[in-house]
T-cell receptor, first 112, second 111 residues
Framework: GQQLNQSPQSMFIQEGEDVSMNCTSSSIFNTWLWYKQEPGEGPVLLIALYKAGELTSNGRLTAQFGITRKDSFLNISASIPSDVGIYFCAGIHGSGNTPLVFGKGTRLSVIA | DTGVSQDPRHKITKRGQNVTFRCDPISEHNRLYWYRQTLGQGPEFLTYFQNEAQLEKSRLLSDRFSAERPKGSFSTLEIQRTEQGDSAMYLC?????????FGPGTRLTVT
C-alpha cells in the first residue's frame, strides 16, 4: 500500500542535541499527524497539523505542515534518553473520516 | 484508564487455526480502525467502522479476515485459517475527528 517517505531511516544522537526528521509524499494531504512508538506498544499521538504552513509545538517537539501540503517536519530540541523510539508521520488525504497513511518511521537512538 | 484497549496482547497460534481479537475504543468515539504492522514498517490500514457500519476495507483484507462492530462500541477482528504471513502486530485506533488514538496492539505469531 501507499506509504509516505520518511528520512532519515535512523539516527544516533548525543543527549542534549536537537533532532530533525521529515516526511514527504507525491500527493497532497489535508492533515498530518506525528506519532511515537516504543517496542511492543501502539503509536502514541504527539502532534496534529491541519493547515498548510502551520507550526505547532508540544513541549520540546515542534512540527510543521509543509506549504505544498506534500511534506511535514518534526523537530525535537534538547533530546533526552526517553526520546528513544520510532517516530512515524501519518497523513490523511480527505476528511477526518479517512484512514491514515503512514511512513516507515525514523528510529531515534539517544546516547547519554 | 480511558484509552483504547486490545485483547489479547499476544497470541501464538498454529497455522490453519482461527483467531479473534477484540478492541475497546475510547468511549464515545464513533470511528474505529484496524491496522496491521509488520517489522520495520508503518501501520497499514485494514478496515474501519463508523458506529456499527463498516465503511471501508483495504485490499489487504483477504476473505479470511472479517471484522465486526455489532453495537457500535467494541470491535472484533477474526482471521480464519491463519497463515504464517499473518504474523504481525494488529493495531486498533479510535477517533471522534481527525486524530486517531491507538491501542497497545495484539501481536500475532503463526507457527
Amino acid at each position: 500500500g501507499q506509504q509516505l517517505n520518511q528520512s532519515p531511516q535512523s539516527m544516533f544522537i548525543q543527549e542534549g542535541e536537537d533532532v530533525s526528521m521529515n516526511c514527504t509524499s507525491s500527493s497532497i494531504f489535508n492533515t498530518w499527524l506525528w506519532y511515537k512508538q516504543e517496542p511492543g506498544e501502539g503509536p502514541v499521538l504527539l502532534i496534529a497539523l491541519y493547515k498548510a504552513g502551520e507550526l505547532t509545538s508540544n513541549g520540546r517537539l515542534t512540527a510543521q505542515f509543509g506549504i505544498t501540503r506534500k511534506d511535514s517536519f518534526l523537530n525535537i530540541s534538547a533530546s533526552i534518553p526517553s526520546d528513544v523510539g520510532i517516530y512515524f508521520c501519518a497523513g490523511i488525504h480527505g476528511s477526518g473520516n479517512t484512514p491514515l497513511v503512514f511512513g516507515k518511521g525514523t528510529r531515534l537512538s539517544v546516547i547519554a | 484508564d480511558t484509552g483504547v484497549s486490545q485483547d489479547p496482547r499476544h497470541k501464538i497460534t498454529k497455522r490453519g487455526q482461527n483467531v479473534t481479537f477484540r478492541c475497546d475504543p475510547i468511549s464515545e468515539h464513533n470511528r474505529l480502525y484496524w491496522y496491521r504492522q509488520t517489522l520495520g514498517q508503518g501501520p497499514e490500514f485494514l478496515t474501519y467502522f463508523q458506529n456499527e457500519a463498516q465503511l471501508e476495507k483495504s485490499r489487504l483484507l483477504s476473505d479470511r479476515f472479517s471484522a465486526e462492530r455489532p453495537k457500535g462500541s467494541f470491535s472484533t477482528l477474526e482471521i480464519q485459517r491463519t497463515e504464517q504471513g499473518d504474523s504481525a502486530m494488529y493495531l486498533c485506533a479510535s477517533s471522534a475527528g481527525h486524530e486517531q488514538y491507538f491501542g497497545p496492539g495484539t501481536r500475532l505469531t503463526v507457527t
